[in-house]
């Protein structure tokens, strides 16, 4: 079975940092492209960033650009998402997610709350 | 950035009724478009993929049509645990993004 398990969310300030991690199992993680995806309260969902399998290719939606860091540990069946300047607009539930390139999101983790607020 | 319209955003049915959900995008995007079921505190699911096809373990109830610029996501026979936030998503161009969702609610 495909398990997907996020951590590393809270509050934070604005300007702060925050490293989130996806624990991946059920599956061989290292042949699949990787997602970040966001949804803010009461919101639609938003792509965040992707990662290919082997780390050399990774995209980012332009609003984190620059701010945020996408990586992958494959030894370790891990995800991350490292979010520096942290803004009142990023906060939302993050998802980590299987991607099939050209294909869907097929699978996906419980979710972890990232609230920026003063 | 490729925008998709969903229609309606919010739709009250009944157990047994079949619905249609309607996705457009706003350039053709082929059949790179998939749909997803959201309930409320959980993480959404695949249902559909490559506008028609159903992702394995989903009911038959469920099914997806269209190419280009036009999609469906039909049920054929509502059931209690299908009422849920609905969400098209293309997967032709970068970034990928999603419809604003449509909320299915019991009548």
């Known amino acids: 079975e495909v398990q997907l398990v996020e951590s590393g969310g809270g509050l934070v300030q604005p300007g702060g940092s925050l490293r989130l991690s996806c624990a991946a199992s059920g599956f061989s993680f290292s042949t699949y492209w990787m997602s970040w995806v966001r949804q803010a309260p009461g919101k639609g969902l938003e792509w965040v960033a992707n990662i290919k399998e082997d780390e050399s290719e990774e995209y980012y939606v332009d609003s984190v650009k620059g701010r945020f860091t996408i990586s992958r540990d494959n030894a370790k069946n891990s995800l991350f998402l490292q979010m520096n300047g942290l803004r009142v607009e990023d906060t939302a539930v993050y998802y980590c997610?299987?991607?099939?390139?050209?294909?869907?999101?097929?699978?996906w983790g419980q979710g972890t709350l990232v609230t920026v607020s003063s | 950035d490729i925008r998709m319209t969903q229609s309606p955003s919010s739709l009250s049915a009944s157990v047994g009724d079949r619905v249609t959900i309607t996705c457009r995008a706003s350039q053709g995007i082929g059949n790179y478009l998939s749909w997803y079921q959201q309930k409320p505190g959980k993480a959404p699911k695949l249902l559909i993929y490559?506008?028609?096809s159903l992702q394995s373990g989903v009911p038959s109830r469920f099914s997806g049509s269209g190419s280009g610029t036009d999609f469906t996501l039909t049920v054929s026979s509502l059931q209690p645990e299908d009422f849920a936030i609905y969400y098209c998503q293309q997967s032709y161009g970068a970034p990928r993004t999603f419809g604003q969702g449509t909320e299915l609610e019991i009548k």
């Open positions: 997610a299987t991607m099939e390139w050209g294909g869907p999101f097929d699978y």
């Open positions: 490559a506008a028609s």
